[in-house]
């Protein structure tokens, strides 16, 4: 299939890329800029198309092309510096995917493959697994965004005949993870007591080479088309647990202090870092059964596997 991959220099688009050239795929990547030196992926064609928003060009770029997968995004960031954040999400998130599906539309793509985030279904914790019998209600400028955009898109699929996938992923991790996870294998690579141990929330996640093999699926399986799927590795781990598993991937200790929740949640608002405590210390997890039942899908890396490869590229990089 003839593939426009946008995002591809970014973190799971790095892992996407190549996946589907390897499965047959014909790729194209859209780039805001010419790389500097020689294309990383010999076997993908580059199309320059400038920063993305609702005026952007996509003519060049979808020409002859059988399908899009979009994950460039404006991702989410703590400290957010635009004046207004929610504009900033929106001219991007939304108003540049109504401009690259419409003009996708227009230029007879058959599939449309949106990369989403479990952030266009909630920001907070809950206690119940997330499916697709819950009602968004996303409150962060960028989960509003996704959310947005997943609304006009299935509008867009509606009146053309485009056929619509969409993935909501939780916590991503892998080589290049930033963000989160990134410091949280900062912290557990120090060997200092972490005051986790007393923690039994759920979380899940799920390993960027996993979420690059859940895309090529939903670009592939004809009975994708029109759905909307969750994804994870496998079962739920605490925080705790988690801390263990990466520690044995770094070959670090893992020192876990059992202090009590309600005493981490008040010295956090003491300090406020209430909403990071409330990231680390809260559950949220997914029900994946219905793209492992519908398109047979399975991870194909384990999270001792994936851990791993996290832990390498986190050591190289660090020299």
């Not at 300090?271 to 809260?282: C, E, Q, S």
Request: glycine content about 8%; charged content about 20%; cysteine-free.
């Amino acid at each position: 299939m003839r593939v426009l991959l946008t995002g591809a220099t970014g973190f799971v688009g790095r892992h996407t890329a190549p996946l589907l050239a390897a499965r047959g795929h014909t790729v194209r990547a859209a780039l805001r800029r010419p790389i500097d030196g020689p294309w990383e992926q010999a076997a993908i064609e580059p199309a320059i198309v400038g920063d993305i928003g609702p005026d952007t060009d996509w003519t060049a770029a979808l020409a002859g092309m059988e399908a899009v997968i979009h994950m460039a995004a404006r991702v989410h960031v703590m400290r957010d510096r635009a004046a207004d954040p929610l504009a900033a999400f929106r001219r991007v998130n939304t108003a540049g995917t109504v401009r690259l599906a419409e003009q996708a539309a227009a230029s007879g793509v058959r599939r449309f493959v949106y990369l989403s985030s479990i952030k266009a279904m909630v920001d907070e914790s809950r206690p119940t697994p997330l499916d697709a019998a819950t009602v968004p209600d996303p409150h962060s400028p960028y989960g509003v965004s996704k959310l947005e955009a997943e609304r006009a898109l299935a509008a867009i699929a509606a009146r053309s005949g485009m056929e619509l996938v969409v993935i909501r992923p939780p916590l991503v991790y892998g080589p290049g993870a930033a963000g989160n996870m990134r410091a949280l294998l900062k912290l557990v690579a120090t060997g200092l007591p972490l005051p986790l141990g007393g923690l039994d929330n759920r979380r899940s996640l799920i390993y960027v080479g996993n979420l690059a093999d859940a895309v090529a699926t939903a670009l592939e399986h004809p009975a994708a088309a029109g759905q909307t799927f969750l994804v994870q590795d496998g079962e739920p781990l605490s925080t705790a647990d988690l801390v263990r598993a990466i520690a044995a991937a770094l070959g670090r200790p893992a020192r876990l202090i059992p202090v009590p929740r309600r005493l981490m949640a008040l010295g956090a608002a003491l300090t406020g870092t209430r909403a990071v405590f409330d990231r680390i210390a809260g559950t949220l997890t997914v029900d994946d059964r219905p793209i492992r039942s519908r398109l047979g899908w399975q991870p194909p890396h384990d999270l001792a596997s994936g851990l791993r490869a996290t832990a390498e590229w986190f050591k190289a990089s660090r020299g």
